[in-house]
């Protein structure tokens, strides 16, 4: 099964790259799948994925030459964030072209606690956290923003935590602390801000390729910081 999802994998590849190979789908729909990746280069290794996801399509193609492409993805991030994102692909020239909105809601973040261990040493028993962003590629210039928000996140519980050493409980209570003092007060959340804009890094990148680079920066710049030291 693996060997055929890699032969899958690569035969796509090829064919979004052929020069003179071109897929369309008018409409599509993908129904109830499950969309993840596996970071096994971190200790711990985490997974982050998206489930119970439908996917619409609207005029695709590989090679986003056929005018502009929607396309329209709902499921829950980790099981549980609502998650809405929509983009708007226009044909590309000398670089790619496009609009993109992420909207994802309460998701809780315990279930996100392998990645913060990955990358900040700590976990989580309770919270949840919301992520807006709007990211637009135009004319070789990106230009958007990603914000996150916090609530109800602690970062230690002694029965939980018992076994683990003195200086990772008293940075997991610090964490608790910072979360106390820095809440919006009316509806107890924490937010931050994260702006994305500047020249395309790598105009010959392609515009699927971009999608995945911007939202990794955007997570790690602005969502992780918030999760590893806001709570």
């Known amino acids: 099964m693996k060997e055929t999802g890699k032969k899958a994998a690569q035969a796509a590849e090829h064919a979004a790259n052929h020069p003179t ?3 369309r789908i008018d409409h599509g729909k993908i129904e109830k799948s499950e969309f993840g990746f596996v970071n096994q280069a971190t200790n711990p290794s985490y997974r982050m994925f998206i489930s119970g996801t439908d996917v619409e399509l609207e005029n695709w193609s590989n ?72 990211i637009t590629v135009k004319h070789g210039q990106v230009k958007g923003y990603m914000k ?7 970062a230690y519980d002694p029965e939980q935590d018992k076994d683990k050493g003195l200086l990772t409980k008293i940075f997991e209570k610090t964490i608790n602390v910072a979360s106390s003092v820095l809440k919006n007060t009316p509806r107890g959340e ?42």
Do not use: C, H
């Open 190 to 231: 924490v937010a931050t801000k994260a702006e994305v804009s500047g020249p395309v890094e790598n105009p010959q990148a392609s515009t699927w390729e971009m999608v995945m680079t911007l939202m990794k920066n955007a997570f790690f710049d602005a969502v992780l910081p918030g999760l590893e030291g806001k709570g």
């Open 63 to 134: 090679q986003l030459s056929e005018g502009t492409a929607l396309v329209k993805l709902n499921g829950l991030l980790m099981g549980s964030g609502a998650t809405q994102i929509t983009g708007a692909f226009r044909p590309e020239t000398k670089s790619p072209d496009f609009d993109l909105s992420v909207k994802i809601l309460k998701t809780q973040v315990k279930s996100m606690n392998q990645l913060l261990r990955a990358y900040g040493g700590t976990d989580v028993v309770a919270g949840i956290f919301s992520v807006f962003s709007e």
């Open 148 to 154: 996150p928000l916090f609530k109800d996140v602690t």
């Open 21 to 23: 190979l071109l897929l």
